[in-house]
């Protein structure tokens, strides 16, 4: 028989080009179902593209090529996931098609996280930002976030400790309560950002660890979160993006050191408007940012305990009258006397009592799989 000697394949696709008005956003889907070896079992490999090119044929001209890279990388690249990955964009530019969610599923993939190819697209440039559910299932932003009321938390978590948690249920406390916010209607999500999961001082070509990547995921996927990975370092960038994907109001969480990095003139040295230009898409009209608060000196800070030079308190101000800015205040107090990187060097050492910075379903996890460099000590085991 044919089957005892052929691979089969079936490939399928559907994509809205560009229309005559060009008044819509091109993209699409693309899939493959194939058998790595005669009368094997079936594999498949799916992903979404947005195409990019100002021109319906230039589109669709796009897509042919993408698709005979994906059947091509699909037969000769399977057990090079990276590679396969790479080989998508042969003879096409990433200022031309945008991959921003690829699944791979099958036996032949067992050992393909597709978490890490999320990290992956992101790091390669195919696109900004990529999403995944907490079952490690890589999702599509457009699909997940549409008519939704998103609160976004981005932080390290390198481990995930108390203060992480209370910063997370204080502010999607706080975001509910919005008048115009509805409230079965709205996502939680925390972001990783390309420059977080790299060493705290780390420069722009330093490598992201996987392990290290990992350790971080699991806990949150256990904790039932929505991961964001993003190559956004300045928010306004991020709130761009999520504000394309969703027309609801958005809530984003930070710590009183990021508001402080957001009114740094200096981030926005190559903006033809400067600050006014990013703050323009940073406080859009269905924008607030809610401040948690950081502990300092033994002084408590908050948006109310904030110096600005001259120059920008009056825009501080516009945007305070505004509700544009809103503090935290059902915090625990106690969570603002413990470091992060201090709580990772405990947990590294297994110092007596790091357990309790935690949940205790994070303190089990890195406990029972040792993440993030844990390894017990023979007096406490």
Known sequence: MRGDSTTFFAFADTFAALNYHKTNEGHGWMGLRFQMQPNGDFNDVILHVNLLDNDNNL??????????????????YSEYPAVFLESLMDDLSRDRI???????????????????????????????????????????????????NA?????????????????????????????????????????????????????????????????????????????????????????????KVTRRKLGVVLGYPNLEYIFSEAHY???????????????????????YPTLRNNEIYNSKKFSLPPNLIDLYEYLLANNKIEDIENYNKNNLEVETDSVLQMVKDDVKGWEEYMPVEVSAMIKQRNLFGYTARPDSV
């Not at 033809?272 to 940012?289: D, N, Q």
């Open 59 to 76: 589109q669709q001209q796009a897509a042919g090529v993408l698709g005979v890279n994906l059947i091509f990388a699909c037969f000769y």
């Open 98 to 148: 945008q991959i921003d969610m690829i699944r791979f599923e099958g036996a032949g993939f067992s050992k393909v996280d597709n978490r890490l190819m999320s990290l992956l697209l992101v790091k390669l440039g195919f696109t900004d930002a990529a999403l995944f559910g907490p079952n490690g299932q890589n999702l599509q932003p457009t699909e997940v976030l549409y008519k939704k």
């Open 151 to 243: 609160v976004v938390v981005r932080g390290r978590f390198r481990p995930l400790i108390n203060v992480h948690l209370d910063m997370i249920n204080t502010g999607v406390e706080k975001f509910m309560a919005e008048p115009d916010v509805d409230k079965d209607n709205v996502i939680l999500i925390t972001e990783l950002t390309l420059q977080g999961l790299k060493d705290r001082y780390a420069d722009d070509n330093a490598e992201i660890d996987e392990k290290d990547f990992l350790d971080r995921v699991d806990i949150l996927c256990s904790l039932g979160q929505t991961v964001l990975i993003s190559n956004y370092h300045q928010y306004y960038k991020l709130v761009s993006y999520l504000s």
């Open 269 to 291: 040295k190559n903006l033809p408007g400067g600050i006014l230009e990013a703050f323009a898409a940073l406080f859009s009209r269905e924008v607030k940012l809610f401040i």
